[in-house]
């Protein structure tokens, strides 16, 4: 499985877009990128999935470069319940697909 | 918005006790999963299940523990013989095809004393 890194924690503000960028550099032709979220006492919560370029739900934006080595997630104009950890994940889909979590990036919005 | 569930929130046990946590995965999934996280620690994956069968299970998963779909609607985890360290959040999640796209429930906390 290809190893993540990405920052420990990140500061934001309310109403800031934070781009949050994952490294993912022996990223394989079928490996799929996944972010989840997670609250403190919750599970984790599925936010984005992509393969390539970019992909965009109602919550949040992520974009992969061409060589597929890195991966930024992108939450537009936060709020103090988006404080939470955030876990870039980059795994094949096959039978048995079985997320891996590193450690993840503590997001903390101030007012 | 359909959800997964979870029962009991909270379980406490004494070691050497057999536990069963229980889980109602989204009604159209076929894919399941059970996933714990220690305090401060990383969530970590236990086993995956398809199809009435484990597709796969991690180092944690030994002899002691034990999944179960026994009707069409709950996923079970067992531990047969709890250990001081088996005290962590148990997540269940569930999804509809083998993707990175999984559903979690909102974990039992085990506590073994």
């Known amino acids: 499985l290809a190893k993540t890194t990405q920052p420990i924690s990140m500061d934001s503000y309310e109403g800031q877009e934070v781009n949050i960028t994952c490294s993912h550099n022996n990223i394989a032709t079928n490996d799929y990128i996944t972010w989840y979220q997670q609250f403190p006492s919750q599970g984790p919560r599925f936010i984005i999935q992509g393969y390539k370029t970019k992909v965009t739900n109602e919550v949040a934006s992520l974009f992969i470069p061409a060589d597929r080595k890195s991966s930024t997630l992108s939450l537009p104009r936060v709020s103090l319940s988006d404080t939470a950890v955030y876990y870039c994940l980059v795994a094949p889909m096959d039978s048995s697909y079985k997320l891996i979590f590193g450690s993840g990036t503590r997001l903390l919005v101030r007012p | 918005e359909p959800e997964v569930t979870q029962t009991p929130s909270h379980q406490v046990t004494q070691m050497g006790q057999e536990v069963i946590l229980r889980c109602v995965p989204i009604s159209n999934h076929l894919y399941f999963y059970w996933y714990r996280q220690i305090l401060g620690q990383k969530v970590e994956f236990l086993v995956s299940?398809?199809?009435?069968?484990?597709?796969?299970k991690s180092e944690i998963f030994d002899d002691q523990f034990s999944v179960e779909r026994p009707d069409g609607s709950n996923f079970t985890l067992k531990i047969r013989s709890t250990k001081l360290e088996d005290s962590a959040m148990y997540f269940c999640?569930?999804?509809?095809?083998?993707?990175?796209?999984?559903?979690f429930g909102p974990g039992t906390r085990l506590t073994v004393t």
């Open positions: 999640a569930s999804s509809r095809l083998p993707t990175g796209e999984q559903y």
């Open positions: 299940f398809y199809n009435n069968e484990i597709s796969e």
